[in-house]
């Protein structure tokens, strides 16, 4: 008899990493990732299921309310450090002292070292995003492509064999949308080995997760891959750019604009990616294609 597999889990790491010296102090205060409820089905039934359990959390820099983010709080510490580096609000971890977030009150406190310069101003303008729930980006999207360099671009190749692998290790994993739907997924590779994965009720706040988590640890994205089960919109290219990762891999598809952005910083782009099906969108000449076997047409006989 088989064992019965673990209880998925929205966030972890495939190896054990240290903290960069002077990362900030962070509490850890994972929410219940999971809430079980009773529904009727088509049939007249009734019976218990588990829905992820979306929680607000409302971020303060230095008793400034900045944002609220409706997360499934996997690790709301590293969301918050990833938020605030993809925002572009600091270039550093060092700058923050410590993020401490309390779920009784459904708030995250940032401290910093020496503030955030011109935080009012630089937060003033807003851009509703197509996230989940509207996410938001400070600023001007387009403006901030002047500021984005990925300097092992060039150096970036994917076998598709890598590719398949990397699929393959997503199918098989155990995770919460497999046992309650409703989130998604993103996930660090290198090669095709996973080095972290994490689960949001947003696509933007798993990236965001994943920016946060390398950030702590010093985790450069030259030789990482990308993964991700959203759609590959602009603002998830443009950040998969500011983390440094040259190739990402969506389980959907891309818009015109993540496109264009891609394109234009010489990205590497896939999507509708599962089962060993894809396709490239972006950056042909660092993908080492492995074509499968064209299937034989199928002849349909008069009857």
Same mark, same amino acid.
């Given at each position: 008899m088989l064992p019965e597999p673990a209880e998925p889990c929205a966030f972890d790491?495939?190896? !054990?990493?240290?903290? /960069?010296?002077?990362?900030?102090?962070?509490?850890?205060?994972?929410?219940?990732?999971l809430r079980e409820i009773t529904v009727q089905d088509e049939y007249g039934e009734r019976r218990s299921i588990h829905i992820p359990?979306?929680?607000?959390?409302? /971020? $303060?820099? %230095?008793?400034?309310?900045? /944002?609220?983010?409706?997360?499934?709080?996997?690790?709301?510490e590293l969301l918050v450090l990833g938020y605030l580096c993809n925002q572009r609000l600091i270039t550093r971890v060092d700058e923050v002292e410590s993020i401490t977030v309390d779920w009784e009150v459904g708030a995250a406190a940032v401290r910093m070292h020496a503030g955030i310069a011109d935080l009012a101003e630089r937060t003033a303008r807003r851009v509703v995003t197509t996230g989940c729930g509207q996410g938001t980006v400070f600023g001007d999207?387009?403006?901030?492509l002047d500021g984005v360099s990925l300097p092992g671009v060039q150096a970036a190749r994917i076998r598709q064999s890598t590719l398949n692998g990397m699929l393959e290790v997503m199918r098989q994993r155990n995770s919460i949308h497999r046992k309650a739907g409703s989130v998604h997924g993103c996930a660090l590779f290198r090669g095709a080995e996973m080095l972290m994965f994490v689960e949001d009720v947003g696509r !933007?706040? *798993?990236?965001?997760?994943?920016?946060?988590?390398? *950030?702590? !640890?010093? /985790?450069?994205?030259? %030789?990482?891959? $990308?993964?991700?089960?959203?759609?590959?919109?602009?603002?998830?290219?443009?950040?998969?750019?500011?983390m440094g990762v040259p190739i990402i891999v969506s389980r959907n598809g891309v818009t015109a604009m993540g496109h264009e952005l891609a394109t234009r910083l010489g990205m590497t782009l896939f999507g509708r990616a599962a089962n060993r099906h894809f396709l490239c969108y972006t950056g042909f000449e660092r993908f080492d294609s492995e074509p499968e076997p064209q299937r034989a047409p199928v002849r349909v006989v008069a009857g």
């Amino acid at each position: 008899m088989l064992p019965e597999p673990a209880e998925p889990c929205a966030f972890d790491t495939a190896a !054990h990493w240290q903290p /960069v010296p002077g990362a900030p102090r962070l509490t850890q205060a994972q929410g219940t990732l999971l809430r079980e409820i009773t529904v009727q089905d088509e049939y007249g039934e009734r019976r218990s299921i588990h829905i992820p359990a979306e929680r607000p959390l409302t /971020v $303060f820099v %230095d008793k400034r309310e900045l /944002v609220t983010l409706m997360t499934l709080g996997a690790s709301p510490e590293l969301l918050v450090l990833g938020y605030l580096c993809n925002q572009r609000l600091i270039t550093r971890v060092d700058e923050v002292e410590s993020i401490t977030v309390d779920w009784e009150v459904g708030a995250a406190a940032v401290r910093m070292h020496a503030g955030i310069a011109d935080l009012a101003e630089r937060t003033a303008r807003r851009v509703v995003t197509t996230g989940c729930g509207q996410g938001t980006v400070f600023g001007d999207l387009m403006s901030q492509l002047d500021g984005v360099s990925l300097p092992g671009v060039q150096a970036a190749r994917i076998r598709q064999s890598t590719l398949n692998g990397m699929l393959e290790v997503m199918r098989q994993r155990n995770s919460i949308h497999r046992k309650a739907g409703s989130v998604h997924g993103c996930a660090l590779f290198r090669g095709a080995e996973m080095l972290m994965f994490v689960e949001d009720v947003g696509r !933007h706040n *798993a990236i965001d997760t994943i920016a946060g988590w390398m *950030a702590m !640890h010093g /985790v450069a994205g030259g %030789d990482k891959l $990308f993964y991700t089960t959203g759609r590959l919109t602009s603002e998830m290219v443009m950040k998969a750019a500011q983390m440094g990762v040259p190739i990402i891999v969506s389980r959907n598809g891309v818009t015109a604009m993540g496109h264009e952005l891609a394109t234009r910083l010489g990205m590497t782009l896939f999507g509708r990616a599962a089962n060993r099906h894809f396709l490239c969108y972006t950056g042909f000449e660092r993908f080492d294609s492995e074509p499968e076997p064209q299937r034989a047409p199928v002849r349909v006989v008069a009857g």
